[in-house]
């Protein structure tokens, strides 16, 4: 697990210092591009429905983690803003999941064998 958290903050700093970049160059106006590229049926729209796919399965994954609560659900909401709040998230998750995978991937409630 501690190799997870490693990638985890490895990839949460390369993403940082990305978006930084990419807004100090470019500015705020990924909606515009990303749903452009969406509607242009090409190539690059392409990409951002596989990746806005990935994003709606783990939001799912985290409301469904959190057995469908109202927390779980909002959890899920923002984390269809993608990395930003998946990788915090999964740190997050990964301490609280003190080393038991089970834990990490089913939430404690399902990883205890407790029925819903």
Request: glycine share 6%; proline share 2%; aromatic share 20%.
């Given at each position: 697990m501690t190799t997870l958290r490693l990638l985890l903050v490895l990839l949460l700093a390369a993403f940082g210092a990305?978006?930084?970049a990419v807004v100090a160059n470019h500015g705020i106006g990924f909606p515009q591009v990303f749903f452009g590229d969406l509607a242009a049926m090409g190539w690059p729209?392409?990409?951002?429905?596989?990746?806005?796919?990935?994003?709606?399965?783990?939001?799912?994954?985290?409301?469904?983690?959190?057995?469908?609560?109202?927390?779980?659900i909002v959890l899920g909401?923002?984390?269809?803003?993608?990395?930003?709040?998946?990788?915090?998230?999964?740190?997050?998750?990964?301490?609280?999941?003190r080393g038991d995978v089970r834990v990490l991937l089913l939430g404690r409630r399902r990883a205890s064998g407790t029925p819903g």
């Open positions: 990305y978006t930084l729209g392409q990409i951002n429905l596989d990746f806005l796919i990935y994003v709606m399965l783990a939001a799912l994954w985290i409301a469904w983690r959190h057995d469908f609560t109202a927390a779980g909401l923002f984390a269809l803003f993608g990395a930003v709040v998946l990788l915090p998230y999964l740190l997050w998750a990964t301490a609280n999941a």
